[in-house]
């Protein structure tokens, strides 16, 4: 059986930090491009940033590039997004994402907020 | 970057009725186009990729159309569990992008 568990979200101060992780399994890790896809409460989704099976490359929308990092750990089957300079419209319900399969995560919310 | 323009952004319906959803894309995509369902409280669900493939277990009711720039997602006879958002994804190239998304409403 496939499960993404994402983790890390929580409430954080208007240019703070916080790093989402997600846990793989179900499926071979390193063979698949990954993603993190947003929903802001009230609007629809955001593809936020992707990352190659190797890790080796690393895309990101226009609204977080410069202040986001994704990253993987292939030994551990481990996604990552580093958030940093967080802004209240970062606020969201995150999801990580094998797009290609169409696997994803449960969603963990992230609200900055002073 | 592709910007990936949907209509309508809201619409309603009834049981039984055909609904049609567009997306245009602002540049070519061949047809690295997907369709997603979502409703609240669930993660999104892939009904159509590569433009007009049908995801394994989605009813038969859902096609998908269009190649390029134009593309349609049909539902043939609308049923009660079909009132949704959907949106399509451009994954041809980075940054990928979804349409602003269609709010499928009972009429």
């Known amino acids: 059986e496939v499960q993404l568990l994402g983790s890390g979200g929580g409430l954080v101060q208007p240019g703070g930090s916080l790093r989402l992780s997600c846990a793989a399994s179900g499926f071979i890790f390193s063979s698949y491009a990954m993603n993190w896809v947003r929903q802001a409460p009230g609007k629809g989704l955001e593809w936020v940033s992707g990352?190659?099976?190797?890790?080796?490359?690393?895309f990101y929308a226009d609204s977080v590039k410069g202040r986001f990092t994704i990253s993987r750990d292939n030994s551990k089957n481990t996604l990552y997004l580093q958030m940093n300079s967080l802004r209240a419209e970062d606020t969201a319900l995150y999801y990580c994402a094998n797009l290609y399969s169409s696997y994803w995560g449960q969603g963990n919310l992230v609200t900055v907020s002073s | 970057d592709i910007q990936m323009t949907q209509s309508p952004s809201a619409m309603s319906a009834s049981v039984g009725d055909r609904v049609t959803i567009t997306c245009r894309a602002s540049q070519g995509i061949s047809n690295f186009l997907a369709w997603f369902q979502h409703k609240p409280g669930k993660v999104p669900k892939r009904l159509i990729y590569?433009?007009?493939s049908l995801q394994s277990g989605v009813p038969s009711r859902f096609s998908g159309s269009g190649s390029g720039t134009e593309f349609t997602l049909t539902i043939s006879s609308l049923q009660p569990e079909d009132f949704a958002t959907y949106y399509c994804?451009?994954?041809?190239?980075?940054?990928?992008?979804f349409g602003q998304g269609t709010k499928v409403e009972i009429k």
């Open positions: 994804l451009q994954h041809n190239a980075y940054p990928w992008t």
């Open positions: 990352i190659s099976g190797s890790g080796g490359s690393a």
């Open positions: 590569a433009a007009s």
